[in-house]
Each structure stands twice: as structure tokens, then as C-alpha cells.
């Protein structure tokens, strides 16, 4: 194979989660001009719109979708079904933070907050997983991508968030763990039927925090900054490509070595 073909996603048909969040605006963009048809999915109809718009591009498709709601990816996967050939990748990228997320101790953490974000976390990447990965197993390929946390590694830190409003409880915690070893479950469960599972786990994405949450994540971050969205492309493309045909069950860590002290 020619190096310079090992990660080209030209001609691969991508479905993307979470495809309206920072994030997914980003993997949304780079997966377009690499030549990729990207189904893009949010429970967000008018910002699907919206980034339709901004995207312009006729290999660009977009679905309202509710990743908790097992009839709203049945609908899914006969749209699929129907409208494309195969699918080659799927990224999970969605995550539920709730109002009250932040102020939560686990101590008095609501049980429907834990219930929606255990649902959309967890469950729906499972149901993504179930689903889409029927399809995939029955074309005997495909690489599914989903998005871990640091925080299913490790435990938040309480010294980060002493001074600043926001907050990471148990409940994200917990849900994110989870998806880290479906992720490692389905990865090996699936390798000798073409299907790739493997996690990727971003930490500490800059989306315009307060300063003083920034001066003390880059006083924690063998980095010394937060990480920038655009930094989690070369992974996904690395995943998606033909560049990592003999890895699954693994978790790669873009997280600027936050969990290696």
C-alpha cells in the first residue's frame, strides 16, 4: 500500500454524533474536505441546519436523531439502509451535560440527572454501537470511534474546580467509564468479523472557559494549556483510515498526558 493512501478517507461514508457541538463542527469540516460523505447527527434540527448551511457541501447530510431513543436509531438505520451502499465509519461524539450538571455532589446527585446522562452517554453509544454495527458486521468491515474521557480514566480532580464555577460529577464520570469498556468489549468481540471498535479520549477542550478554570487546568497540564478542537482530527482521521486496520479494543489518549502523572 502507498503510504500516502494510508490515510485518505476519500470515498468513505462517515456517520457522526453530537455532529452540532464543538467537536462535531470541527470533525464535521475536516471529514468533508478529506473527501469523506458524512451522515451528520444531532438531536438539534435547526443547528444541523444551521452547519448544513455553513458546510455546503452535497456529500454533507444531516438527521435529527435522539441517540437514547432505541426506535429513533431503528429509524436511523433504515434511512441507511435505504439511501446508502455501506457505512465504513461510525464516530460516537455526542454527551449529555444537563443544567445542574456542575453544582451536583454525589452525595445528593439527582437520579433523573444520572438517568439522562447514563441514558445518552452510555445507552445511546451502545445502541449507536448495536446498531449501525449489524450493519457493519454484515458488510464484514467497518471501524466504529467512540469518545471516552479522561474522567473514565481517572477521577476529576477537586483542587482544578476550587475557584471557578464549573464542575465534573459522577455521573459523566461514570458514563464515560462505561463506554471505555464497551469499547474494549465490542473491539474484541468483533475483530474477526472486520468490525474495529476503539475509544478516543480528548481532555480539556477550550471552548471559551473562565480564565480562572483556564490558569489552573494549564498549571495541572503537562502541557501547560487546554486543548484546542482541532487537535482531535489527526486521531479520527487515524482511526477511520486503513492507517489502523490491526488496532481495535484500545483507547487512544489526545489529552495533552494528563493521565501520566
Known sequence: MRVDSLFSLRDKIVVLTGACGLIGKELSSALIKSGS???ALDINLDALQEL?????????????IDVSSADSIVSLVGYLNSEFSSID????????????????????????????IIDVNLTGTYLMCKNIGKIMLAQKYGSIINFASTYGVVSSNPDLYSDNSLGNPLAYSVS???VLMLSKYLGV?????????????????????EESFVRRFSEKSPMKRMMLANEIVGSIIYLSSDASTY????NLFVEGGWTSW
Open 37 to 39: 460523505t458524512v451522515i
Open 52 to 64: 448544513s448551511i455553513e458546510i455546503n457541501s452535497p456529500k454533507f447530510h444531516t438527521r435529527e
Open 176 to 178: 464515560k467509564g462505561g
Open 89 to 116: 465509519v461510525l464516530i460516537n461524539n455526542h454527551q449529555f451535560k444537563p443544567i445542574g450538571f456542575c453544582e451536583a455532589t454525589p452525595e445528593n446527585f439527582p437520579d433523573e440527572l444520572w438517568d439522562q
Open 247 to 250: 488496532v481495535t479494543g484500545t
Open 189 to 209: 468481540h468483533w475483530a474477526s468479523q472486520g468490525v474495529r471498535v476503539n475509544c478516543i479520549t480528548p481532555h480539556g477542550v477550550f471552548n471559551n472557559h
